[in-house]
């Protein structure tokens, strides 16, 4: 089987998860991602093959910058053809990113499945929805995005193997912190997010007073971070833990009574496992798709959504009025709850099965 996918955790981190649930050997898989893409560092860790293309996007960018992405699509997809001549695989699986635009181009033809984690796709995903054999959605509103039903299943969003295991007493544990005083989660995404972690800072001191805090900042601003944790006195510094990042995600979201976070894709499955509680600040800069998750989540009284521009001015209220009102947070983990899908790797692995099998027989297990 071939992967392609790449950019952000929020289409990797599901790729790995099925590929973790076919439990396929190594020989048989190949991963295509990004040249000098974050997810190559995250596939060779776990010794999975990987060989990058050349990839731009092209949807809004500057027009002195379209030219040269063109490109280097084209490149990806001569580089893709290469590939494909010399590994053959039975499926492909694809969550999207503009990584993925070429190698559909030059595997057209081929069974492949398209994973679609965020709730309404981007240009790149649609585009990639014309080459797809099956689709497979987060949510069951994705499907008026995608004429074509008879190609489509609501599978979940496939949570990273091990977040499972973290129970709050073992969460609690693994920071040293006390079950007796509130904890709040802090996590900007894969690439972290600037201004939440300067906002935070500005309140740290305050916050701490009140709740203990996981704060997973990126590595952008870990030194600025770091630096600001170093000059908290001792009695609030046992009360805060930062990390760049952080593999034991599970242990964060576990020992959390509420978490402050973007609303990229991976939320409309791992809060949900958890049941956890959230305050969303979506990216601004960005297409809608992090308004649109966090949307989903807030109309279902599983979250709160804190627009980006106002995080300065209203951050400190909102999260100590919230991580205080256990009658609202008992109501938005029951919400949040409600919208877990725990077996979303396995219908996604099963799909990709039947497509292969459809095929040749089947994949080698």
């Known amino acids: 089987m071939l992967i392609c996918a790449g950019g952000t955790g929020g289409g990797v981190y599901p790729a790995v998860t099925v590929l973790e649930t076919l439990n396929l050997e190594k020989?048989?898989?190949?991963?295509?991602?990004?040249?000098?893409?974050?997810?190559?560092e995250l596939v060779t860790r776990r010794k999975i093959p990987f060989k990058s293309i050349p990839a731009a996007g092209v949807h809004g960018v500057g027009l002195w910058k379209l030219p040269g992405n063109i490109w280097q699509l084209l490149k990806g997809v001569f580089e893709s053809r290469r590939i494909l001549r010399s590994f053959?695989?039975?499926?492909?699986?694809?969550?999207g990113g503009f990584v993925a635009f070429p190698m559909a181009v030059a595997a057209a033809g081929t069974p492949s499945l398209l994973y679609v984690p965020d709730i309404e796709p981007g240009l790149a995903l649609k585009a990639l929805s014309r080459f797809a054999s099956k689709i497979a959605l987060t949510t069951e509103i994705s499907k008026a995005f995608f004429p074509n039903n008879s190609k489509v299943a609501v599978t979940g969003y496939p949570v990273r193997p091990g977040l499972e295991k973290w129970s709050r007493e073992d969460a609690l544990a693994y920071f040293d912190f006390s079950p007796s005083i509130p904890t709040l989660a802090i996590a900007g995404g894969s690439k972290g997010a600037r201004s939440i972690n300067m906002a935070v800072l500005k309140i740290l001191p305050q916050l701490l007073?009140?709740?203990?805090?996981?704060?997973?900042?990126?590595?952008?601003?870990?030194?600025?971070?770091d630096q600001a944790a170093?000059?908290?006195?001792?009695?609030?510094s046992k009360r805060y833990q930062a990390f760049p990042?952080?593999?034991?995600?599970?242990?964060?979201?576990?020992?959390?009574?509420?978490?402050?976070?973007?609303?990229?894709?991976?939320?409309?499955?791992?809060?949900p496992l958890f049941g956890l509680p959230a305050i969303l600040v979506p990216y601004p800069y960005a297409w809608r798709y992090q308004?649109?998750?966090?949307?989903?989540?807030?109309?279902r009284g599983a979250a709160e959504i804190l627009e980006d521009?106002?995080?300065?001015e209203k951050l400190y209220d909102r999260i100590v009025d919230l991580i205080f009102?256990?009658?609202?947070?008992?109501?938005?983990?029951?919400?949040?709850?409600?919208?877990?899908?725990?077996?979303?790797?396995?219908?996604?692995?099963?799909?990709?099965?039947?497509?292969?099998?459809?095929?040749n027989g089947g994949m080698r297990s």
Not at 212 to 222: A, F, K, P, R
Not at 291 to 299: E, G, I, T
Not at 309 to 312: A, H, M, S, T, V
Not at 343 to 353: L, P, R, V
């Open 27 to 40: 020989d048989s898989i190949l991963w295509v991602g990004g040249r000098g893409g974050m997810e190559e």
């Open 291 to 299: 308004k649109v998750n966090a949307s989903y989540l807030s109309d």
């Open 309 to 312: 521009e106002k995080l300065q």
């Open 88 to 95: 053959k695989p039975d499926a492909l699986f694809f969550t």
């Open 209 to 225: 007073e009140k709740m203990q805090i996981v704060h997973l900042t990126g590595h952008l601003d870990w030194e600025v971070v």
């Open 230 to 236: 170093k000059q908290l006195p001792e009695d609030l």
């Open 325 to 359: 009102d256990q009658k609202a947070l008992s109501n938005m983990r029951k919400a949040m709850k409600s919208l877990a899908e725990p077996d979303a790797a396995e219908k996604i692995a099963q799909m990709i099965n039947d497509l292969a099998e459809t095929e």
């Open 245 to 271: 990042y952080l593999h034991e995600m599970g242990a964060a979201l576990g020992a959390a009574d509420l978490i402050l976070s973007r609303a990229g894709a991976s939320i409309l499955g791992e809060y």
